[in-house]
Each structure stands twice: as C-alpha cells, then as structure tokens.
C-alpha cells in the first residue's frame, strides 16, 4: 500500500507559505539541477513523440533530468496503452474461447489496457502532469536567490 494522505510539501514551497518552525523543515533536502531530461536512445519508437510532445508542453522546471527513469516509464506506458487500446478496438471485448467450446470469454486485451492507463494515471500525478497535480505545484524562486539561500542554509552559532 503506498503512501496516505497529501504528498508532502517540498521545503522551498513551506518557506514560501511563511512556515518558521524549525521541527517542520528539512534543511538538507536535495535539490536537483534543472536540467531538462535526455530522451534515452533505446526509448520505444512509440514512446519518442509523447517523450517529445510532453516535455513541450509541460510547465518549466517541473520534469527535470532527476526524473527522467520516471519520465520514461510513464511514456513507454502511455505508447502500451495507445497501442493496446487500438489493438482492443479492433478485436473487440469479448473473444471465442477455442478450449470451452467457443464460449465468449473476456479480451486479455482489457487487463492490459487498464493496468497501462492506471500506470499513465499514476505517473502523471506524480510528474505534476494532471491539472489537479499541477495545481500543488509552486514556481519557487532559485535557490541561488540571496533571500532564499539565507533562509536554506543552516545558521552557525557564535559564542
């Protein structure tokens, strides 16, 4: 079972909401480049357009190179799922089943949809690509900006 409750918010984002308790904060929290993510060579054929298309189109800064592993999977499950879909399409929902007599028996097909899309869906969520997901995301200044570099850099004590 995964995780309950709302994601938690990066500490950037709580410094920006005017949170000061120390006990709430994760001083050391990673922060990764921004670089943009490189489309790996061995992608899926199918896959390269949603990578390219994706990247387009999302918010700056929100699938960074860190994610890319992520990032891949959820266009490699968006091309399963395009494909298999249309293979569904055409064979339709049901089949003949040849061991029983040709009793109609459920498309494997449907499995295979559904458990693509609910990758796509999950995925998406966590890359901040549904409009739900997107709302909790906040354009936080750099960390090099002088105001938040003093708020995340830990303070030494003199005396």
């Known amino acids: 079972m995964g995780r309950r409750g709302p994601a938690p918010l990066p500490t950037r984002v709580k410094l920006?909401?005017?949170?000061?308790r120390p006990s709430r904060l994760n001083r050391n929290e990673p922060h990764p480049p921004a670089d943009v993510p490189v489309m790996p060579d061995d992608l899926l054929e199918a896959a390269k357009p949603i990578w390219e298309r994706v990247l387009a189109a999302q918010a700056p800064g929100v699938i960074l190179a860190a994610h890319a592993e992520v990032f891949r999977i959820y266009c490699e499950s968006a091309a399963r799922y395009a494909e298999a879909s249309s293979l569904l399409a055409r064979s339709g929902l049901l089949l003949?089943?040849?061991?029983h007599g040709g009793a109609p028996v459920?498309?494997?097909l449907c499995q295979i949809v559904r458990d693509n899309?609910?990758?796509v869906r999950v995925l998406a969520r966590e890359l901040g690509l549904t409009p739900s997901s997107l709302s909790g995301v906040h354009a936080a200044p750099a960390p090099e900006d002088s105001a938040m570099l003093a708020l995340l850099t830990p303070r030494r004590r003199t005396g």
Do not use: F, I, S
């Open 117 to 119: 899309a609910d990758q």
């Open 106 to 108: 459920k498309n494997p």
């Open 16 to 20: 920006l909401h005017g949170e000061t």
């Open 96 to 99: 003949r089943d040849g061991h």
